[in-house]
Every structure is written in structure tokens, then in C-alpha cells.
């Protein structure tokens, strides 16, 4: 057998797209507002009825006209945006957590004790994440959750455990490598 390196699927699931696509529908709300602001309106291009009649339009109705655009596009755009941005910020943020464990963090070697699937359903399936467990040799055991995944790894794991990257300080802080574990990153190829 040979190996060779390559980025395989992974287990872990993104969820990169829903921040792009909220931060994407934001801007497209945002530009909606600001064009409705930029556009050039007379009060005769504005005309609205009250009980059958057709009621006269003043700047003043141009003004309220804008503002009512600016209030519904320009709020709904701008949270949309955010809650965009803060996806996108927490998923960098998982990702450089989890580069900086595995550069300067200390491994273990966990056993998985359940595959538990989360209130979260993708394409009509739960998505579930991994717990393992860590007895150290002071007597105590440590548990550790995985993120959410798209599969379950438990097939592809060698004897059933996972590596999990921590930080010395603080064993709060922790990732469960369950793409290394199950060996992503290295393929096999029969010759």
C-alpha cells in the first residue's frame, strides 16, 4: 500500500454558507434602500388611494415614501448582515481555535463513549456529534464533545478513538480531531 496526501471530504459540517448567503441577501436588502434614497422622485410619481380616491402627493409624502423604504429595507438588510457576520466571524474563529490546538497544544487519546445526534436536521437527517471520554491517571475523566457531523466517523476510527487537541491551562478549551483520527487527511491506494 501507498499513501499520499490529500484533503478529503470532511466529517465536520460547515456552516460558512449560511453566513455568506445571510451577509449576500443583507447586502441585497442594503442596496435596495440606498437605491430607493438615490432615485430621483416627484410627488406626482407617488399615488396612493384612500376609500376610492385618489389622494394629492406633497414633497412631504416623498420624504415619508423614503423613509418607510429606508426603515423596512435598511433594518431588515442591516440584520441580516450581521447575523451574517457574526456566523462568519465564529466560524474563522473555530477554525484558527482549532489550527492554534494543533500547533501548539497537547493530544490525547479519547474513546468514544456515544454518537448522539443534535436538534439540528440537515436534508431531513439529524446531524450528530461524537462524545469521548479521557480517564486521566489522577482518577479523573474528562469528556469531550466533537462538532457537528456529517456521518458517523465510528467505521473509519482505529480501536474507536478520536485525538483531541487541548490547551494545558485550560481544558476547557479543546477540539476533537475527528478528520485525523479517521484518516482524511491520508489516503490509501492499493498499487
Do not use: H
Not at 40 to 52: T, V
Amino acid at each position: 500500500m501507498r499513501y499520499f496526501s490529500g484533503k478529503g471530504k470532511s466529517f465536520l459540517q460547515s456552516f460558512t454558507w449560511v453566513g455568506v448567503m445571510l451577509l449576500l441577501m443583507g447586502l441585497a436588502f442594503l442596496s435596495v434602500a440606498i437605491v430607493i434614497q438615490l432615485i430621483a422622485l416627484r410627488p406626482e410619481d407617488i399615488s396612493y388611494y384612500k376609500n376610492g380616491i385618489r389622494q394629492p402627493s406633497s414633497e412631504e409624502t416623498v420624504s415619508f415614501f423614503r423613509l418607510i423604504f429606508l426603515l423596512a429595507f435598511g433594518l431588515v438588510g442591516l440584520g441580516l448582515s450581521i447575523g451574517g457576520g457574526v456566523c462568519l466571524r465564529r466560524a474563522a474563529g473555530r477554525r484558527s481555535q482549532a489550527r492554534q490546538l494543533k500547533a501548539r497544544g497537547v493530544y490525547l487519546t479519547a474513546c468514544v463513549t456515544d454518537y448522539e445526534p443534535s436538534a439540528i436536521r440537515i436534508n431531513n437527517r439529524s446531524v450528530a456529534r461524537i462524545r469521548c471520554a479521557y480517564d486521566a491517571p489522577d482518577g479523573r475523566t474528562y469528556v469531550f464533545k466533537s462538532g457537528l457531523l456529517r456521518m458517523d466517523p465510528y467505521p473509519f476510527l482505529i480501536e474507536g478513538q478520536l485525538r483531541v487537541y487541548y490547551d494545558p491551562n485550560n481544558m476547557s478549551r479543546y477540539f476533537v480531531d475527528v478528520d485525523e483520527s479517521a484518516g482524511v487527511g491520508t489516503r490509501m491506494i492499493e498499487l
